[in-house]
């Protein structure tokens, strides 16, 4: 008789039974849905000021989908990277990581993103905001400022010095949406960064919005999950919205 969406963690994908439907029946989204795009449209049309975007990880393709267009609408007033996509930043600004870092982004491919990056610091400035020291694994945490690199091994987390700039940017703000978390937050050793971010998260009163696999279950890991103001069931719809993508399942419902 009707056809309800409520995946809308599915919102991007243009398939048959997701687009489908709505061509053959009256239909509508569903609570989930709609708590949503109420929340989200929230962040990405009218957010409380200062509004930043925490964004990390290690799914560098998400980040840099994301961060040009909300630095460029005014949607973020600023991004704080850390994770792969700071380290990407970092890499983007002149600095050299070190021989084992380097060798990880050959690897992976993910040196392809650093002219983006580049461009975006031009572009935004110090909107664009990168870490000031980092902590590798050299048999152990060692902390390297971003002036003293190269870093002694594989870079893993933040440093104190931006972990503490980072949290202090969080206490003022009032909006904050993140995706990805600081570092390898799985290791004891290079937890820190990620801990802290997460907990400065759950403390403000800002209106605070996470999305991702890595970065919920941090989020548990932690004990912010109850304190976070909505957790998003997306994770690359979840980014194509809020770069303000033309979504399929979003307009096949629109156009019913």
Sequence with gaps: ????????????????????????????????????????????????????????????????????????????????????????????????????NDEFFADKGLDEFVPTAQQLLRKHGERLVRPVDVAADAGGREVVTCSELPAPGIIMDLGPETIERYCGEIAQAGTVFMNGPAGVYEQEA???????????????????????GDTIQAAKRFGVYESVDFVSTAGGGLILYMAGEELPVLKALENR
């Excluded at 000021?49 to 925490?54: E, N, Q, V």
């Excluded at 960064?193 to 605070?208: L, N, Q």
């Design 1 to 100: 008789d009707a056809f309800v969406s409520d995946a809308f963690a599915c919102v991007h994908r243009s398939q048959p039974t997701l687009c489908g439907f709505p061509i053959m029946l009256p239909a509508a989204c569903g609570r989930l849905f709609e708590a949503e795009l109420r929340a989200l449209g929230k962040v990405r049309e009218n957010p409380e000021r200062p509004c930043l975007f925490i964004l990390g990880g290690a799914k560098i393709m998400d980040a840099f989908g994301i961060i040009g267009p909300v630095l460029e609408r005014g949607t973020a007033d600023k991004v704080l990277t850390q994770g792969l996509v700071g380290q990407i930043v970092l890499k983007a600004a002149g600095k050299d990581l070190g021989e084992a």
């Design 190 to 212: 290079f937890a820190e960064g990620t801990r802290r971010i997460w907990e400065a998260v759950g403390e403000v009163s800002a209106f605070s919005v996470i999305g991702g």
